[in-house]
């Protein structure tokens, strides 16, 4: 039987979910950074904050933003890291990686920003003290490579930071399926001109691992001292792991 993967609720071939979600950010780019502020309220700005002080990341460290794509991420980290840093913005959709470059040239931020594959990253074992990744593994279609690629390319000690969409607490999953099936669609329809990527969306969070599961996943990648962090009543969480 040939490999399969999910595509939101759909059951895809490997090769046919990387085209598709490819498909869905070619749509999206444009529009990325207003949808995510209508879609949260904002609060979207502040898990990233808090995931990058989870870090503990100190001048000086070398960063790698994986599926970074508009560098929210990238940002804050290269204000955290400083001059002595290095920041390093990688995506593999171009069309989002170009949005997250041009968005760090207007800032006078010149910053590396690498198109790849978060499964095949272009680096040598242990060269980053931080990997990280925001909400960009759930699009990801073989996960376990792309935690294995975060494990190879972290020096000893270093960190990985995980903030993806999660389980949500049971007394807020009915409203919040609600808002995800009706309200985030619409959003996509009047503002990105694109109601099918945001159902793909809302369907992709219900199918990715939840708290305990990524965890164990990257316990099975070789993390150590792994936990998670529930915010917004565990409508994002945000994993962390240590190379040791």
């Given at each position: ?12 071939a490997?090769e ?17 950074d ?5 879609m949260?309220?904002g ?10 002080e ?11 933003d994986?599926?970074?794509g ?13 001059p002595?840093g290095?920041?390093v ?8 990686l170009?949005?997250?470059?041009d ?11 690498i198109?790849c594959?978060a ?6 074992p ?23 690629e ?6 000893p ?12 607490a049971?007394?807020?999953r009915?409203?919040?399926d609600?808002y ?7 959003l996509?329809r009047?503002?990105a001109r ?13 199918v990715h ?6 965890k ?13 962090f529930?915010?917004t009543a565990?409508?994002?969480?945000v ?6």
């Amino acid at each position: 039987m040939s490999e399969k993967t999910h595509f939101g609720y759909e059951q895809v071939a490997p090769e046919e979910k990387a085209r598709r979600v490819r498909g869905v950010f070619d749509s999206v780019a444009s529009r990325y950074d207003l949808m995510n502020d209508l879609m949260s309220a904002g609060l979207h700005r502040l898990w990233k904050r808090f995931t990058v002080e989870l870090s503990g990341t100190r001048p000086g460290d070398r960063v790698l933003d994986v599926a970074g794509g508009t560098a929210d991420l990238a940002r804050l980290f290269a204000d955290r890291v400083g001059p002595t840093g290095s920041v390093v913005l990688t995506d593999i959709n171009a069309a989002m990686l170009r949005a997250g470059r041009d968005r760090l040239l207007d800032e006078g931020r010149l910053l590396p920003a690498i198109q790849c594959n978060a499964e095949a990253l272009p680096f040598a074992p242990r060269t980053f003290d931080c990997v990280a990744i925001a909400f960009g593994l759930r699009n990801v279609t073989r996960k376990e490579r792309a935690l294995e690629e975060m494990r190879r390319v972290l020096r000893p000690g270093g960190v990985a930071l995980i903030l993806e969409f999660s389980k949500v607490a049971p007394p807020l999953r009915a409203a919040y399926d609600w808002y995800s099936f009706n309200v985030l669609p619409r959003l996509g329809r009047l503002v990105a001109r694109d109601e099918a990527s945001y159902r793909y969306l809302a369907e992709s969070i219900r199918v990715h691992p939840d708290q305990p599961a990524l965890k164990a996943m990257l316990e099975a990648a070789g993390f150590e001292r792994v936990e998670w962090f529930n915010l917004t009543a565990g409508v994002v969480a945000v994993h962390r792991g240590y190379a040791l």
